[in-house]
């Protein structure tokens, strides 16, 4: 069945960076964009980054352009996520989702100190 695992989420001090990971199994990885999102407590899903499936094209939110970077290895069925300068602002859960078919990971933590 299709399955998306996240991991690489953490504690950070501010200015810190983390790689996160997505391990995708039980469909085409290559054929398909992938995204990353993110939801803080007592906040709506966003959209932090977005790749097309052959990582030729990439888009990042406002808030994490210059700092974050989503690419994929296709021969390693997975999607990387390397946030560099974090903030107290990103902490935040963080979610990989596959655009076909669609579906999401179980999210992985990721917590910024001040």
């Known amino acids: 069945q299709v399955q998306l695992v996240e991991s690489g989420g953490g504690l950070v001090p501010a200015g810190g960076s983390l790689t996160l990971s997505c391990t995708a199994s039980?469909?085409?990885?290559?054929?398909?964009?992938m995204s990353w999102y993110r939801q803080a407590p007592g906040q709506a899903r966003e959209k932090v980054a977005f790749i097309t499936s052959t990582g030729a094209a990439t888009v990042h939110a406002d808030a994490v352009q210059g700092r974050f970077t989503i690419s994929r290895d296709n021969f390693r069925n997975t999607l990387y996520l390397r946030m560099n300068s974090l903030k107290p602002e990103d902490t935040a859960v963080y979610y990989c989702?596959?655009?076909?078919?669609?579906?999401w990971g179980q999210g992985t933590q990721v917590t910024v100190s001040s």
């Open positions: 989702r596959a655009h076909s078919p669609e579906s």
């Open positions: 039980g469909f085409t990885f290559s054929s398909t964009p």
